[in-house]
């Protein structure tokens, strides 16, 4: 079965240090990939996707992540980050094996941001 | 905004008693979910429409039913509330391969 795993349940960096996020995921087709991110009493908003354009995807506030098929891992990454930033991030596929229009989420990740 | 609304956005019930929660769609999407939300799981799927009347169950969908005689409207009951029901739960839609969200709804079964 289809699974998507973040390593981390919580990430804590300061304000204006690099954030990383990992995520692997188990397919034997390529898949869509996607980053969520969620504020406190919201629901999900898309950050970025990957459609397989290309390998390297930026999304909003200045978020990027790279596919690497050899690792199918789908890291999020920020050079600099920011207070706002803090946030409830998901890794999530669908496609390839996941039964065609379901996505499968991970657990998440917990992002502390301090000053 | 893909003009998903959801209600009501906070509930408290007893267990035992039915809920029903609504998910109301504003452009005509054929594909509807319905979640939740726990710490540790991330988003688990309960059930799925692909379009009116046409729905199917999802990894965890055990004391819950679903219906759709709209496109606009996707129902979620739940039978008999359980205290392991309590959750935040979501709608979603998709575009193509994308899922957008609703607000959610937070209910808590006494």
Not at chain 1, 35 to 53: C, F, I, R
Not at chain 1, 73 to 90: G, V
Not at chain 2, 55 to 68: F, L, M, Q
Request: glycine share 8%; charged share 15%.
């Amino acid at each position: 079965a289809q699974s998507v795993t973040q390593l981390g349940s919580h990430v804590s960096v300061s304000e204006g240090a690099l954030v990383l996020l990992r995520c692997n995921y188990s397919s034997s087709v390529p898949p869509y990939l996607f980053w969520y991110v969620q504020y406190p009493n919201q629901g999900l908003q898309l950050l970025l996707k990957y459609t397989s354009a290309a390998t390297l995807v930026k999304g909003i506030n200045g978020f990027e992540a790279e596919f690497k098929k050899s690792e199918t891992s789908f890291h999020l990454t920020k050079p600099s980050a920011h207070m706002s930033d803090a946030a409830e991030y998901f890794c999530a596929v669908s496609g390839g094996n996941t039964g065609g229009f379901k996505t499968i989420f991970g657990a998440g990740t917990r992002l502390f941001v301090k000053a | 905004d893909a003009g998903i609304t959801q209600s009501p956005r906070h509930k408290v019930t007893e267990t035992g008693t039915p809920v029903t929660l609504r998910c109301h769609q504003t452009e005509n999407h054929r594909y509807m979910y319905w979640y939740r939300q726990d710490p540790g799981h991330g988003l688990r799927l309960i059930h799925y429409s692909y379009g009116v009347k046409d729905t199917d169950k999802g990894e965890v969908s055990d004391g819950y039913s679903v219906s759709r005689s709209k496109t606009e409207d996707f129902l979620l009951t739940l039978e008999s509330a359980t205290s392991s029901q309590t959750s935040v739960y979501f709608c979603a839609i998709s575009v193509k391969e994308t899922q957008y969200f609703g607000p959610g709804t937070r209910l808590l079964v006494l």
